[in-house]
């Protein structure tokens, strides 16, 4: 029989009318509620980041080869096949999707508004599975085998500024020589919350830019990039920037929008500084715990000591019992952080401004693999805070410790 756990169980079974009793519930509680509020942060961080970056993929994709130019226009200058690499084939394991693009500035008329935007052409190759989750009307577009597609996808500002639903129709000017106009059909309207792509992009055939600006088919204004793993960016960046053609650059979406990444930096950075601080009151609360424990238990520790009994012994008899509030701690920090995650993540019983947050609810993403390795960092670092008041058993005089009252 292991005579510490026995000990530890009697304890704990008589401690309930005791001033330790109080302590305890104390411990358990800052324990359930470190671990909840660390839960709830990691998954509002990761739903953060995760939302995000899938609106900003939807339009810019990893990373971006286009032709070399001085000039800072959206348009740029066209760009063929050849590339250095198969766009067909993929020449790196690491690379998921090669999609063509191109862009064209044009004025939007209707009865009664006028509208600069920026057309951007995509053809049947380019994956619209992340664009799928913006539409907020219509559906996404549907490509002609015989000819360039008349239907576009507009943001929801776009279309409440010119006035325009789903299945409408508005006359697309383009400022050239000559001057040449499109009428196109709303098939779909998005809404991803940034102000970078709602307040210009319209989504159309890149067949009416070819035809625009006399290309021919082959001709692109550029290749968008889809990684497998978007933490390998700066790795793959590197083996694309030396196998392409000097006459082209390749830019980072890290890059492009760097304020918004740079934003999820920070964001991650301080909520890191506050779990730390959360995981030391908690510790901490346990070693106070535990040492009122053996406090109380001065007169009981001086006579097993008279007994025979070990300092290991008696030190494992306050471990165990450490390690059982810990467990209870961890069991309702678990119901409440995933409770609360699981609430917000059915009910959106949050909301948040969009203009601020670019959501407008807070998002929850479900990565359990993180949530066992909170509970499991939480756990091995309590205990190894346990450790530090039950060293005060050695110092504990028998003789002394049997007169303790």
Known sequence: MNVSRYISKKITASASESFTSSVTKIAIISIAIGLAIMIVSFAILEGFRNEIQSKIFSFGAHLQITKYDTNNS??????GPNIGFSTRHNAFPEIKNIQPFARKTA??????????????GIDRQYDLTAMQHNLVAGRLLHFSDS???DEIMVSKKIADQLRLDVGEEALFFFVQNPPRVRKLKIAGIYKTGLDEFDNIYVIADIQHIRDLNDWNDTLVGGYEIILKDFRQIDRVADKVFHKMSYDLQLQKITDEYAQLFDWLKLLKRNVVIFLVLIVFVATFNMVSTVFIMIMERTHMIGVLKALGATNYQIRKVFFYNGAKLTLKGLLWGNLIGLGFCAMQYFLKIIPLDPENYYMDTVPIHWNFGVIALL???VF????????????LVSRI???KAIRFD
């Open 380 to 391: 091995l670092l309590t205990l190894l805070s346990i450790l530090l008041p039950t060293a």
């Open 147 to 149: 000819g360039a597609s």
């Open 107 to 120: 004025i939007v008329k209707t009865e009664d508004e006028v509208l600069g935007v920026v057309l951007k």
């Open 397 to 399: 005089n028998p003789v």
């Open 375 to 377: 509970n499991l960092a």
């Open 74 to 79: 959206l348009e740029g200058l066209p760009i």
